[in-house]
Each structure stands twice: as C-alpha cells, then as structure tokens.
C-alpha cells in the first residue's frame, strides 16, 4: 500500500480528507499529515487514532508515494521548494489550484503531477472533481487517483485549457448558485408575508427537489421548464424574463471570471 501524504488542513483539505477517511477508501494508517496550525487536526487524530500527524512538512513529504497539496494558491512554490530535495521525480504531486498550470509547476517539481479541481459540494459526496493528469503520471495511478475522488462524488477528466471555465460551473458555482437563491428568496420575501428565513426555506428545499428529479428522473432541463412553464401561464411570463435577462448575465460572469482567471494566471507564472 502506498502512504498518502497530505500538506494542508483548510476548508478543502477538510473536505477532502475527511471524505477519503469516513468512505473507508483509505485506512486512517495509510495518511500522514501536517498543517501550518497543526492543532486543526486535534479533532481528526482523536477520532483516527492511526492517522500519523506530524508538524514537517518535510517529514509528510519524505514518507510519501502519493502527495496532495491543499494549501492555498500562493503557498504551492514555497510548499515544493521547502521539500523539494526529500522527494523524488518518483513523487507523484497532486494539487487543487485552478489557476496555477501544470507547465508552472513542472518548472520546480519533474515528475508526476495531476491537477484537480475540486468542489465543496464532495462534504456531501455529491462534488463534481475535474481531473488532470501531466504525462508522467501512468494510466494506473491516475486510476488510482481517479477512484480515490470517484467516492467523493464524479470525476470528469478535462483538458487543462478547459480548467477554468470547468472551475466555474463545478466549483465557483455552489457559491454562484446560492448567490441566485438568495436573491430569489429576498425579492420574493419583498413581496408577500414570507420572511427571508421563510422564503429562503421553501426555496432551499424547491431546488433540492428540482435536483433530484432533473438527476433521477434523468429529464432534461428543457423538458423540466416546459412541463412547469405551461402555454399562456403565469411560469411561463417568468421564463419570457429570466430568456431576455439571463444571458446578458452570464455572459457578464464569464467575462469577468475568464478575464481573473487569466489575471492570477499571469501572476503566477511570472513566480514560476
Ligand atoms: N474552497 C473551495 O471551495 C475550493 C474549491 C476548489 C479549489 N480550491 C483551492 O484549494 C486550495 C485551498 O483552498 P482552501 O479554501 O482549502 O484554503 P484554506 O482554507 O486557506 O486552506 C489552506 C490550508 O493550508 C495550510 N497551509 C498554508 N501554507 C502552509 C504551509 N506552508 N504548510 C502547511 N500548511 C499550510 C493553511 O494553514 P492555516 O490554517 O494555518 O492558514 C490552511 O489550513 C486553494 O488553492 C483554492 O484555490 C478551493
């Protein structure tokens, strides 16, 4: 069995890890862990006793076949430069920076990398993982890894060149997403007796349902608003506004996302 080292412990490292741990896809003695506030994994080591916790990051990484990276976009070159003479090009090194591209990292690490955006929705099993592999990486350990995340919900596997925008409508989205019920909530609480709470309530539990029968059902969005939206009614007045709005919308967000994407990009490559 190969050890599994992971460098940072925030939001994703959480959700991943514990993701991994709680499907029993990896065996609490196969990890070994650090993070720069290392008493963040108090929680974990009391509930996986075999888990090896340790304050190196060199340590992880000299232990290490597998290597997940989940600190922050900024922190990846230090992170690698710090261990980089305690590894190998037998190393494999997977991070989850949308905007940091392999080519970047390959500058100061030659050997296996994937990249991997993953989503917030994967607390819940249910995350679409978008995957990358350099090619280095053989088409049994991207297996591996594939499977790894495969219990965390869906991997798809993407050109890099497609990361970002695959970023936006997989990982950014939960965030986009809520952002639009909110605003439905409120407006819709402007204009009846429902509180906020109410109205985001109801509206909550709609969309939960809404995706369930998109998903289990297998309907497609098309049919699902023409089955509400029927001719002459009031659905069908609200699609007409949402059709003339919509668009211009979302062609604003995707303007505005691709052009930050490309921005971060930059910055970073001029550190690689
Ligand atoms: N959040 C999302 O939904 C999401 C989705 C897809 C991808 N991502 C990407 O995932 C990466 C991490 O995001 P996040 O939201 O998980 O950030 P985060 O909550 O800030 O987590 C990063 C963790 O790395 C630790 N860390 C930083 N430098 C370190 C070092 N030198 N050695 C050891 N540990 C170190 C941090 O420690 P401290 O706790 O001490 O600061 C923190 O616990 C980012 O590149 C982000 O773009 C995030």
Sequence with gaps: ?????????????????????????????????????????????????????????????????????????????????????????????????????????????????????????????????????????????ANYIENLFNNLGTVKIVDESDMDVGADITSCSPAFISKLLMEFALTASQNSGFTMEEAEEMIIKTFYGTSKLLYENKISLEDLISSVATKGGITEEGIKILDSEMPQIFNKLFHKTIEKHEIIKKQLKEHY
């Design 1 to 141: 069995m190969k050890k599994i080292g992971i460098i940072g412990y925030g939001n994703m490292g959480k959700v991943i890890l514990d993701g991994f741990l709680a499907s029993n896809i990896l065996k609490p003695d196969d990890i070994i862990v650090s993070t720069r506030k290392i008493f963040k994994l108090d929680e974990l080591k009391q509930k996986y006793p075999g888990l090896e916790v340790v304050s190196s990051n060199i340590i992880t990484a000299s232990k290490s076949d597998i290597l997940f990276l989940f600190v922050g976009t900024s922190d990846i070159k230090d992170v690698i430069e710090e261990i980089n003479e305690y590894i190998s090009t037998n190393t494999y090194i997977i991070y989850i920076s949308a905007a940091l591209t392999i080519d970047s990292v390959e500058k100061i690490f030659n050997g296996k990398i994937t990249k991997i955006i993953p989503s917030i929705t994967s607390q819940v099993l249910n995350g679409v993982s978008l995957l990358c592999h350099n090619p280095l990486v053989s088409r049994e350990e």
